[in-house]
């Protein structure tokens, strides 16, 4: 058994974050394949012996189970050394950018996406309203990083693994990333890291034809 069990499925970005992270540092890692779209994080088993919240990812490392993406990132950071902060003011622009990502970046893509590609039908006026929000959050970013690499400075941190992810299902978002030119030169510099690779060729999926 791997040292760390990520409980995930490749259609999640939030799980992405925790594969990446995981890839990137070289940890000994393996996926636990979650059947999201049959229904399993709602199971009363799954909630309580897995995640009591009824969701994905979990991270499983000794007697230690964490949820919500973020808190992994962060203690994967620690246990690896990896793309973590430098000092105390870096660690806050870190958490920052995570939770600026947890509630205007993700929050908005991942839902757009979600009724756009995986829902049977979507109100048009809803669409409309998670597509702004989603592109006004974009624009913030692209003008972030017309500065700087990337989100935090010179270095890649857990605030660009936590606020990338959704990114890479560009085929899937509902909207087009091509107005940010400076989000894809980011998003490029991503994913020339070494390891780095696609959500589907990370995670298990129980859905075909996903490239």
Request: hydrophobic share 40%; net charge negative.
């Amino acid at each position: 058994m791997a040292d760390y069990q990520l409980y995930c499925f490749g259609e999640s970005g939030n799980a992405y974050k925790a594969a990446l992270m995981l890839t990137l540092t070289n940890l000994d890692w393996e996926p636990v394949f979650v059947d999201f779209f049959n229904g399993e994080t709602r199971n009363p088993g799954y909630r309580e012996h897995v995640n009591e919240m009824g969701e994905a990812p979990v991270l499983k490392h000794g007697s230690i189970k964490l949820s919500q993406s973020g808190v992994i990132l962060d203690y994967l950071a620690e246990q690896s050394g990896q793309f973590s902060a430098q000092d105390d003011d870096h660690r806050r622009e870190i958490w920052r950018w995570i939770l600026f990502d947890n509630h205007k970046f993700t929050s908005y893509l991942a839902t757009l996406r979600f009724l756009t590609t995986f829902a049977e039908s979507a109100d048009t006026a809803v669409l409309s309203f998670l597509r702004g929000r989603a592109e006004g959050a974009l624009g913030i970013v692209d003008k972030h990083l017309a500065t700087q690499p990337f989100m935090t400075g010179d270095t890649v941190t857990i605030a660009d693994l936590s606020m990338c992810a959704y990114l890479f299902y560009e085929d899937e978002l509902g909207l087009s990333l091509k107005p940010y030119a400076n989000v894809l030169s980011w998003l490029h510099r991503i994913r020339s890291l070494p390891g780095w690779q696609h959500p589907y060729d990370l995670m298990p999926t129980s859905r075909r034809d996903t490239r």
